[in-house]
């Protein structure tokens, strides 16, 4: 049995409080909305009680913002994508974000079972005074299981529209992008972290944020393999390679926190259900 499931959300400001009203079709959820930062910005908890997609599911999530609305995304466990006897598993995410909104989604992470065929697209629209952080992670098999990626595919697509396009596919059966020095170098867990503007960032916001961010992957023990930079004026994007998701993820949230802070003089509070 395949799946098609499609969850809309809309967050709002009503006096002063940042509101996520959603709808949903098939196994696709928010859990209750919760205010650990107080009313301004709404933590949600995205849940896909299946657990995972197979060939021929089709997850689709649609979220907008609109005028000052503040709303974070998260989801309590990893997306998975399982082996697939010829259709592709699809997930797809678009986020729109009206003038003067912010949106953080940080879901888990996905991973790529051996002999699957997967698509995972993120698409944002932002107005001119909207910014926007997120991130994605992806492991490619289990290797702590000893459940190798050795077949399939895996389509990772990530775009603001005639600003910033990353598009790339990771496929099992190529020794040269799976093991070479320029692919993946042997590591299984890509991770990035990005925040995007809906104009231009000033130099100066710019330059900093690259710097703090640069000082926490100098610390870190993924220093060799992590980098940041600003393909454009309206990116920053934090890349890292991994052998697990582990060390990934601890990079990501330290930048993640200092940027949290340096952007929107917020403090890096974390989503409650990340320390259950």
């Given amino acids: 049995m395949t799946w098609h499931a499609q969850l809309d959300i809309d967050y709002a400001l009503e006096q002063q409080r940042s509101v996520a009203r959603h709808s949903h079709q098939g196994p696709l959820r928010v859990l209750q909305s919760l205010y650990p930062e107080g009313e301004a910005i709404c933590h949600n908890v995205l849940v896909h009680p299946p657990g995972g997609l197979v060939g021929g599911d089709t997850l689709q999530v649609r979220i907008q913002a609109g005028g000052s609305a503040h709303g974070l995304l998260t989801t309590p466990g ?11 598993a699809v997930q797809k995410t678009s986020i729109s974000l009206a003038d003067q909104a912010r949106l953080e989604w940080l879901p888990l992470e996905s991973i790529a079972y051996n002999q699957c065929l997967a698509e ?3 698409t944002l629209r932002l107005a001119a005074q909207a910014e926007f952080m997120g991130w994605d992670v ?8 000893n459940l190798p990626f050795v077949q399939g595919q895996y389509l990772q697509h990530m775009e603001l529209p005639g600003v910033w396009l990353e598009r790339g596919l990771i496929d099992a059966a190529d020794p040269r992008l799976m093991n070479g ?23 100066n916001r710019r330059e900093l944020g ?7 992957i100098a610390a870190h023990a993924l220093s060799g393999s992590a980098g940041a930079t600003c393909p454009n004026a309206q990116v920053m994007v934090l890349r890292v390679l ?22 929107w003089q917020l403090p890096g509070t974390p989503p409650r259900i990340w320390s259950t």
């Fill in 138 to 145: 992806t492991a490619f098999g289990l290797p702590s299981a």
């Fill in 242 to 263: 991994a052998p697990l998701v582990e060390p990934a993820f601890q990079l990501l949230r330290q930048v993640w926190q200092v940027w949290r802070q340096h952007f």
């Fill in 78 to 88: 990893a997306t998975r994508f399982y082996r697939s006897a010829g259709e592709l």
């Fill in 210 to 216: 690259l710097a703090l961010a640069r000082e926490q």
């Fill in 120 to 122: 995972n697209h993120l």
């Fill in 181 to 203: 020095a320029l692919g993946l170098a042997g590591q299984r867990c890509m991770a990035s972290l990005f925040f995007v503007s809906g104009s231009a960032l000033e130099r």
